[in-house]
């Protein structure tokens, strides 16, 4: 099952993401990986992500870092996945900001050929996504080309996700067709 959780800053997304993706692991006994997309540009990022991934091995996640290009990842056993892509937002800038920069099309499509071959590796895929739409500020043509290919790639996971939710103060709104 291919699952989006999508909300703003603060919303408790991923506190949401992360009880159904363990919740989906005791239902069918598969493994739980959690794919962490953020780089580490400082040290403040690097104690971020270290304070994450020990929250995330006490709920037995096993953390896998993905910066770019996630269909290309291979999981180390056969048996059932659960994977968390966290997050959508992230793994887009890592990969429209990227040197040499890619075509902005091209980056659409294999962006989501990729999220696709990784959602065929796993049991059930969980997704999470910024709103980063909301905040009525005009933002340079970059960033707002940015903010149109995440939307673009919102909408076209929405479509092919069993699931859909929007978070809003910790609270999941399951999103109908």
Known sequence: MLILVYGGSGSGKSEFAEQLAVRLSKECSGALYYIATMKPWDQECLERIEKHREMRAEKHFHTIECYERPGRIAFPDPEKKIALLECLS???????????R???PALEDRLFSDLMALYQKTEHLVIVSNN?????????????????LLGRLNQKIANEAEQVYEITAGIGIAMAR
Do not use: C, H, R, S
């Open 90 to 100: 992230n793994l887009t800038a890592n990969e429209m900001f990227a040197e040499p």
């Open 102 to 104: 890619p075509e902005l």
């Open 132 to 148: 980063i739409f909301e905040d009525g500020i005009e933002y340079d043509q970059e960033t707002a080309a940015y903010q149109k």
